[in-house]
């Protein structure tokens, strides 16, 4: 059981953020153990081949890389996956600049979290760890483009959605609702949140938390990182300067699906495409996610959106300098009832 003890500055500094290097590392452990990750299979079949090409596969031996990600259970090394910045917008060269940036005695230190044969590999890292940063943000630059690039604007879509509900219930709820809903792993009680271990003690492997026991959070809050890849479990650094917890995005299960038809009574009423649009609405979207979502121009779909808004369909808000659309309650009762 790990315990994390909040202040008040904690709780006042505690912030969610999507970050790309979180879906790097955990999609990698993904690939390492497929037959965990159900979810992901459609993904894993379609990537697998291109990514054995080019040498990412776990066990392929040459790449940094996949040596650096333990299979499930094992723990990741912490300088992988640097805090993102606070922004509204996750930007893989800024946590790449991040990654490089980091000093040798860190590297080094959390290097001893690899058992002696990933060590052994990755001895070049050790020994030069700024050459080795260098060598390690090439291969993630070029695993990114093989493996997520593609399917990034279908995660960034899912995991805006989960930032937008997130903070929707942070306002309903305050700090204790959100923490309570994160996982069924994770308990908010007391000033305290408690992540409790994936297995038994007595049958577990090494869960894939740091610092077991009870850390306090020495007024840095917690970063929370919304993830695709992290499912089903949650994934946690607490020894670092700002402390962060990944958990599953809500909705990964729909991730891979074809999107699904209108109902034809409400294509009948409002039209094909409206209805497309309310249906692709499941999430949030802006409406240039949305047009690419149903193969429309971006001036067709704003076009629609507006006779929707109009109608009491959809709403619009800012997040950042994106304008998301999402379904109303009157949407939803319309969709429920025409299946």
Same mark, same amino acid.
């Given at each position: 059981?790990?315990?994390?003890?909040?202040?008040?500055?904690?709780? =006042?500094?505690?912030?969610?953020?999507?970050?790309?290097?979180?879906?790097?590392?955990?999609?990698?452990?993904?690939?390492?153990?497929?037959?965990?990750?159900?979810?992901?299979?459609?993904?894993?079949?379609?990537?697998?081949?291109?990514?054995?090409?080019?040498?990412?596969?776990?066990?392929?031996?040459?790449?940094?890389?996949?040596?650096?990600?333990?299979?499930?259970?094992?723990?990741?090394?912490?300088?992988?996956?640097?805090?993102?910045?606070?922004? =509204?917008?996750?930007?893989?060269?800024?946590?790449?600049?991040?990654?490089?940036?980091?000093?040798?005695?860190?590297?080094?230190?959390?290097?001893?979290?690899?058992?002696?044969?990933?060590?052994?590999?990755?001895?070049?890292?050790?020994?030069?760890?700024?050459?080795?940063? =260098?060598?390690?943000?090439?291969?993630?630059?070029?695993?990114?483009?093989?493996?997520?690039?593609?399917?990034?604007?279908?995660?960034?879509?899912?995991?805006?959605?989960?930032?937008?509900?997130?903070?929707?219930? *942070?306002?309903?709820?305050?700090?204790?609702?959100?923490?309570?809903?994160?996982?069924?792993?994770?308990?908010?009680?007391?000033?305290?949140?408690?992540? =409790?271990?994936?297995?038994?003690?007595?049958?577990?492997?090494?869960?894939?938390?740091?610092?077991?026991?009870?850390?306090?959070?020495?007024?840095?809050?917690?970063? *929370?990182?919304?993830?695709?890849?992290?499912?089903?479990?949650?994934?946690?650094?607490?020894?670092?300067?700002?402390?962060?917890?990944?958990?599953?995005?809500?909705?990964?299960?729909?991730?891979?699906?074809?999107?699904?038809?209108?109902?034809?009574?409400?294509?009948?009423?409002?039209?094909?495409?409206?209805?497309?649009?309310?249906?692709?609405?499941?999430?949030?979207?802006?409406?240039?996610?949305?047009?690419?979502?149903? @193969?429309?121009?971006? @001036?067709?779909?704003?076009?629609?959106?507006?006779?929707?808004?109009?109608?009491?369909?959809?709403?619009?808000?800012?997040?950042?300098?994106?304008?998301?659309?999402?379904?109303?309650?009157?949407?939803?009762?319309?969709?429920?009832?025409?299946?």
């Amino acid at each position: 059981m790990l315990s994390l003890g909040f202040s008040m500055h904690d709780v =006042a500094r505690t912030r969610i953020t999507i970050s790309c290097l979180w879906e790097v590392m955990a999609s990698v452990r993904v690939l390492g153990d497929p037959a965990s990750h159900p979810v992901h299979l459609p993904w894993v079949n379609q990537v697998r081949p291109r990514l054995a090409a080019a040498g990412f596969l776990p066990g392929a031996g040459h790449r940094w890389l996949t040596s650096l990600v333990p299979p499930n259970g094992h723990p990741i090394p912490d300088f992988l996956t640097p805090p993102p910045p606070a922004t =509204a917008t996750a930007d893989l060269a800024t946590e790449l600049s991040a990654l490089a940036a980091t000093s040798a005695e860190v590297v080094r230190a959390d290097l001893k979290v690899l058992d002696q044969p990933r060590l052994s590999a990755l001895q070049g890292l050790c020994d030069d760890p700024k050459s080795g940063l =260098a060598r390690l943000v090439d291969e993630i630059t070029e695993y990114w483009d093989i493996a997520l690039a593609q399917s990034w604007p279908r995660i960034r879509t899912l995991l805006d959605a989960e930032v937008f509900q997130r903070a929707r219930r *942070l306002t309903e709820h305050g700090a204790e609702g959100l923490l309570n809903d994160l996982h069924q792993r994770v308990h908010w009680r007391d000033g305290s949140l408690s992540i =409790a271990p994936r297995r038994p003690a007595r049958h577990r492997r090494r869960a894939p938390l740091r610092c077991p026991g009870s850390t306090s959070l020495r007024g840095t809050g917690l970063l *929370l990182v919304p993830s695709v890849f992290a499912w089903p479990s949650v994934l946690s650094i607490t020894a670092a300067e700002q402390p962060q917890l990944a958990y599953p995005a809500r909705g990964v299960a729909t991730l891979w699906e074809a999107s699904p038809c209108p109902p034809r009574a409400l294509a009948a009423v409002i039209g094909r495409t409206r209805a497309d649009l309310l249906v692709a609405l499941e999430s949030p979207l802006s409406t240039t996610d949305l047009a690419r979502r149903i @193969g429309l121009s971006a @001036g067709g779909t704003s076009q629609h959106l507006g006779i929707l808004r109009a109608a009491g369909l959809v709403t619009s808000h800012r997040t950042g300098h994106t304008i998301v659309n999402a379904r109303t309650a009157v949407a939803e009762a319309l969709l429920s009832a025409a299946h």
